[in-house]
DNA sequence: GTGAAAGCGCTAACAT
DNA sequence: ATGTTAGCGCTTTCAC
């Protein structure tokens, strides 16, 4: 019988400490502590020797134990599979990298009850957090201030809580939509939103409501569907709008994953965009122009937000920054393509 | 003057400790301990009031540090920006989770330092990895084992090193894509592959250059263009491509990122998929069929990578498995849609 | 400049 | 069932 040998079998192996190439070098462990701060140690050859030679690295997890840093920032998003946090966490990276920092990502899900968790415990293990809280009643960043834990909210906000915060013009955007979408003459138009309860939800649907009433349309109550910023809540959302008695001929999507959901709901109905229906989205999308018809879209400096969001809160933590909060709002932009025309209702009744 | 009060001052903070809590509840830390880890104590109750009453929360360095384990899986992937990791992420982390492990996220933008460097610190604040390495003659996770970290490759192996994977049949989708494009009638094809020291880069090259050369088909060199797996290096390939003397009436371009990439340059190009030219992708797209045409593309289980893999990590980690490492290999399929026809050139100079 | 000793917050022996 | 002690690996006074 031959006896297998687990090559993934790491039961007994032993770290190397700061005492054995203390012993090694032939100081104390002392000494190499001040040699790896940097200090000034006579016996530095002998030290960088015995480091090599018995491969040391120093522990981080004592490290933090002694001094209450970790030297990494968290990233918590509500949803990986989302392009936009995507490109944030790239310009996020990027900054944090520069800085010494290592980032470390964190997936919610959009759920408060994960949020929660992942904030609790990421509080000793995070210097810092940049934080998109799931709802604007989230009552996850205070407690998480009562732990010592700088954070910076992201895209989304919580009103009232004194948290820097990167954000960009929502309601300009939403107003950007209802206005090219009048501009086209259209004049029922529906919004799928996402929840009202959340910053950028919130926000998009007045922006695009307040741009309507001054143009004197109203949004009908029916025509407007609440979902979640998800795929599904997309796609399940324009099922609802398409399934009115009298439809709108235009719709706001009001962010990039519930525009692919939408697409979906748009093209299995056999719709025609823009003929048909036109349609608005929020943050652009990689395969937007390459669409058929390509998409119209309000477009925002998604890295930038990362970029900005980190710079805050490495800011925060070497003092460079104090004070109140900061709070950065970001310009938006329409990206005009080929997904909205004239309603070809209105062509029939006017006139 | 007003003094302002910055709102993110945490200087003094002071944490509370298990020592805290015993001489509240009047009893030691060790029992305090005890309860922590669900033993029978007397004083219960006290001990329960007392650290809701202080809001005490364990430390988890400490933690880490006494027992050198820390309940947490890192991913280290090479894109964050890449749906196709954002769905494993999204596998793993739900298996992680129902096993009581949070799931920490890593992007390493395909640079082997970076790689290296994370690996090197995540080594003691992970009790696991999940790594997609950069390459295959990548010594990271050789010197990773030696730090006593189990891993599990994901999608990418290193031959040769005797680690758990979870790939996919790289060589089945090559030749999935090149007996599609064969049956089509294509005789001058040619491939956009990622870099052929990876193993999806250089497996679905050879299963696309034999199953070519099994029809009597030669793959030309020039019709070779090795790119990097990312968008920018999709689209600089397919500007070489179509700038060919003779260009392929048809191209396999080896994963999704390169794909978008590379529609782009062909679009810009004015060339008309697929009369003038055929397209078959790797991975499939979230709006892949919303594409002008529907983008046709070799398809994985990709959540289901991320599954196994976090199962065969958890696996090692509670020596409910042991032994040789596994090597698992999911199978691909063929999604036909619209971009591939029959080739132009070829009609007007067959029969 | 360098060593000895204490301690970061916790858990695991070892007693009792 | 519970307290005492020691120690995880490091940094940091405090002497010398």
């Known amino acids: 019988v031959v006896v297998s040998i687990s090559a993934n079998d790491f039961s007994d192996e032993l770290r190397t400490t700061i005492s054995d190439v203390a012993r090694r070098a032939g100081v104390s462990p002392a000494t190499v502590s001040r040699y790896l701060k940097g200090a000034p140690v006579k016996a530095e050859d002998r030290v960088r020797e015995a480091i090599a030679a018995l491969d040391f690295r120093p522990s981080v997890v004592a490290r933090s134990l002694q001094s209450g840093t970790t030297k990494t920032i968290g990233l918590v998003i509500p949803d990986v599979t989302n392009p936009f946090f995507a490109a944030v966490v790239k310009g996020a990276e990027s900054v944090a990298r520069q800085a010494g920092y290592t980032t470390s990502l964190f997936n919610t899900d959009e759920s408060i009850a994960r949020e929660s968790e992942l904030v609790e415990d990421l509080a000793e293990r995070v210097d810092g957090l940049i934080l998109a809280p799931v709802s604007e009643v989230d009552p996850v960043p205070e407690r998480a201030r009562s732990r010592g834990v700088p ?142 018809p390509p998409l119209t879209v309000v477009d925002r400096p998604m890295e930038q937000q990362g970029v900005l969001a980190m710079r805050l809160l490495l800011g925060r933590l070497d003092d460079s920054l104090s004070g109140d909060p900061r709070r950065i709002v970001l310009d938006v932009r329409l990206l005009p393509r080929g997904s909205c025309a004239r309603p070809s209702s209105t062509l029939l009744l006017s006139s």
């Open 151 to 292: 954070i910076v909210f992201l895209d989304r906000d919580v009103p009232g809580s004194a948290f820097d915060a990167v954000l960009v013009d929502n309601e300009g955007g939403g107003r950007l939509a209802a206005q090219h979408l009048l501009e086209h003459g259209h004049e029922r138009v529906g919004i799928i939103s996402g929840p009202l309860d959340s910053t950028p939800g919130r926000g998009r649907f007045e922006g695009f409501r307040e741009a309507l009433g001054e143009a004197g349309y109203e949004l009908l109550a029916e025509c407007v569907q609440e979902a979640d910023f998800r795929r599904e809540g997309g796609y399940q959302a324009m099922l609802r709008l398409m399934g009115l008695a009298v439809s709108p001929t235009a719709v706001f999507v009001a962010n990039n994953m519930m525009t692919i959901g939408a697409l979906q709901a748009v093209r299995e109905l056999g719709i025609d965009v823009p003929d048909a229906l036109s349609i608005v989205g929020f943050d652009d999308l990689d395969l937007a122009d390459l669409l058929a």
